[in-house]
């Protein structure tokens, strides 16, 4: 019977070790492990004292690669991970029942074969590190980039927070994640029903998408046929009505009381909304290597619910006392009337060229914030649509992106000479770059040519 043992023994550790040369061989991660099983797979078939312990090292340190792989889902490797860690404990029991004179070698050719499974299936990964399949992802951690172009024009530091580089191009991509996610989660939604006028859309087809959500989206007719065929390329329903987003609004939220299944989705109205949109803010500390906090931050404000979201951000990382400018284009400034007035203040009719700030008026949720935020909030809504796109263009000129004129007129605030006089008490100021999903070549130049701005204005001077 021992002499069975023997050969189990001496079978196992051999075939092993063949194992281990092969992934050491074939399929190399660190030059330093495979060397470290070349040498332990030759001295298990030499049966050398001392190589189950070498060989049980290379194989812990080869499954703890195998983890670190399967941390990420887009490898979808924790298979392996719980294998190896089976493996580990079956080939410990295996030994110490057949009481073999050599149960850590055992052990060792045991997790070296769980090694060469787990590399073996690790082989769709280049070696490069490039991964073959990735997982679509919702949202991202957007850059915080310097800008040594405009610091220098404002003589003080400016940041620019990208998240024009979400998934969709857009900041709603925050949001709608947050909340659609929600819905799903907590009250197993199947469908919902957005409005609006581009960008919001756009995240919740993308979005809906990634959560195998049925989307549909009312857009108004002044929507871009660019943003209309990108939401449609996610599989979303569209549907055109109306002159302007609340006619669009109205049917959406008439499509929703007739679907009892169905959940409406506001573009910028809704709590988990906002709190998706303060990750912003989170991200920026995270991101902040300054000695003091920014003492200034810029972005563009149509319905509310960005600036909603960084002042919440604001107060949870106790940035108080930052001050937020709010910029709007003079044709779509419900925000600015609302400051004026101290109440919700509704604008007739949207006339700006700057379609995604097209709310007539501002979520109720956002005049809290400025009451908490009294004497730190100003309202810029004089910026006219050729200032917006004319920062949008000279904006490509400095960083080669292209934005909207929703957010140039954020950007504005720091091109044109009659708004950055107010900055000039701020010694670090981040500008929220809001998006650009619906921007290409073609429409700057229609934008160019609509507000009367010359042909060549792509070498336009910052006068």
Same mark, same amino acid.
């Given at each position: 019977?021992?002499?069975?043992?023997?050969?189990?023994?001496?079978?196992?550790?051999?075939?092993?070790? @063949?194992?281990?040369?092969?992934?050491?061989?074939?399929?190399?991660?660190?030059?330093?492990?495979?060397?470290?099983?070349?040498?332990?797979?030759?001295?298990?078939?030499?049966?050398?004292?001392?190589?189950?312990?070498?060989?049980?090292?290379?194989? @812990?340190?080869?499954?703890?690669?195998?983890?670190?792989?399967?941390?990420?889902?887009?490898?979808?490797?924790?298979?392996?991970?719980?294998?190896?860690?089976? =493996?580990?404990?079956?080939?410990?029991?295996?030994?110490?029942?057949?009481?073999?004179?050599?149960?850590?070698?055992?052990?060792?050719?045991?997790?070296?074969?769980?090694?060469?499974? =787990?590399?073996?299936?690790?082989?769709?990964?280049?070696?490069?590190?490039?991964?073959?399949?990735?997982?679509?992802?919702?949202?991202?951690?957007?850059?915080?980039?310097?800008?040594?172009?405009?610091?220098?024009?404002?003589?003080?530091?400016?940041?620019?927070?990208?998240?024009?580089?979400?998934?969709? +191009?857009?900041?709603?991509?925050?949001?709608?994640?947050?909340?659609?996610?929600?819905?799903?989660?907590?009250?197993?939604?199947?469908?919902?029903?957005?409005?609006?006028?581009?960008?919001?859309?756009?995240?919740?087809?993308?979005? =809906?998408?990634?959560? +195998?959500?049925? @989307?549909?989206?009312?857009?108004?007719?002044?929507?871009?046929?660019?943003?209309?065929?990108?939401?449609?390329?996610?599989?979303?329903?569209?549907?055109?009505?109306?002159?302007?987003?609340?006619?669009?609004?109205?049917?959406?939220?008439?499509? @929703?009381?007739?679907?009892?299944?169905?959940?409406?989705?506001?573009?910028?109205?809704?709590?988990?909304?906002?709190?998706?949109?303060?990750?912003?803010?989170?991200?920026?500390?995270?991101?902040?290597?300054?000695?003091?906090?920014?003492?200034?931050?810029?972005?563009?404000?149509?319905?509310?619910?960005?600036?909603?979201?960084?002042?919440?951000?604001?107060?949870?990382?106790?940035?108080?006392?930052?001050?937020?400018?709010?910029? &709007?284009?003079?044709?779509?400034?419900?925000?600015?009337?609302?400051?004026?007035?101290?109440?919700?203040?509704?604008?007739?009719?949207?006339?700006?060229?700057?379609?995604?700030? +097209?709310?007539?008026?501002?979520?109720?949720?956002?005049?809290?914030?400025?009451?908490?935020?009294?004497?730190?909030?100003?309202?810029?809504?004089?910026?006219?649509?050729?200032?917006?796109?004319?920062?949008?263009?000279?904006?490509?000129?400095?960083?080669?992106?292209?934005?909207?004129?929703?957010?140039?007129?954020?950007?504005?605030?720091?091109?044109?000479?009659?708004?950055?006089?107010?900055?000039?008490?701020? &010694?670090?100021?981040?500008?929220?770059?809001? =998006?650009?999903?619906?921007?290409?070549?073609?429409?700057?130049?229609?934008?160019?040519?609509?507000?009367?701005?010359?042909?060549?204005?792509? &070498?336009?001077?910052?006068?």
């Amino acid at each position: 019977m021992r002499s069975v043992e023997r050969d189990l023994t001496l079978y196992v550790s051999n075939a092993a070790a @063949v194992g281990l040369l092969i992934s050491a061989v074939h399929f190399p991660i660190r030059s330093y492990i495979s060397q470290a099983q070349i040498i332990s797979a030759v001295a298990v078939m030499a049966r050398i004292p001392g190589a189950g312990m070498l060989g049980a090292v290379a194989a @812990v340190v080869g499954i703890k690669i195998i983890r670190d792989d399967a941390s990420n889902p887009s490898c979808k490797q924790g298979k392996w991970k719980k294998l190896a860690v089976a =493996g580990t404990a079956g080939a410990l029991c295996l030994g110490l029942s057949l009481r073999t004179l050599r149960p850590v070698t055992l052990a060792a050719s045991t997790l070296s074969a769980v090694f060469l499974i =787990g590399r073996w299936s690790a082989n769709s990964i280049p070696r490069q590190g490039i991964r073959t399949h990735v997982q679509p992802t919702m949202t991202i951690r957007t850059p915080l980039l310097y800008s040594p172009v405009i610091s220098n024009k404002l003589g003080r530091k400016v940041y620019l927070k990208l998240d024009n580089l979400q998934p969709t +191009g857009s900041f709603k991509d925050r949001g709608m994640s947050r909340y659609l996610t929600y819905l799903k989660t907590e009250k197993k939604a199947t469908r919902v029903i957005s409005s609006s006028g581009g960008n919001a859309g756009h995240a919740v087809a993308y979005v =809906g998408k990634c959560l +195998g959500l049925r @989307v549909t989206v009312v857009v108004p007719k002044s929507a871009p046929q660019m943003m209309v065929d990108k939401i449609k390329s996610h599989g979303a329903e569209v549907t055109v009505h109306g002159d302007a987003w609340p006619q669009a609004d109205e049917l959406a939220r008439e499509m @929703v009381a007739k679907d009892p299944n169905a959940h409406y989705i506001s573009p910028f109205d809704h709590p988990k909304i906002w709190e998706g949109h303060s990750t912003m803010i989170d991200e920026i500390k995270s991101q902040w290597d300054e000695k003091y906090p920014p003492s200034a931050i810029i972005c563009c404000v149509g319905g509310g619910g960005l600036l909603t979201g960084i002042y919440q951000g604001l107060d949870r990382v106790g940035w108080t006392d930052t001050t937020v400018y709010a910029a &709007e284009t003079e044709g779509a400034a419900s925000f600015a009337e609302s400051y004026k007035q101290g109440k919700l203040a509704k604008i007739d009719k949207i006339r700006s060229i700057a379609t995604t700030l +097209g709310a007539t008026q501002v979520s109720p949720g956002v005049l809290e914030g400025m009451r908490k935020h009294d004497g730190k909030t100003y309202a810029i809504g004089d910026v006219t649509d050729k200032e917006a796109v004319k920062a949008c263009v000279t904006f490509l000129k400095d960083h080669r992106m292209l934005v909207e004129p929703a957010c140039g007129a954020a950007l504005s605030v720091l091109y044109t000479e009659r708004h950055r006089k107010m900055l000039d008490s701020h &010694e670090s100021i981040v500008a929220v770059v809001c =998006g650009g999903g619906g921007a290409d070549l073609p429409t700057l130049s229609e934008w160019v040519a609509k507000v009367g701005l010359s042909k060549t204005t792509l &070498e336009i001077s910052d006068s």
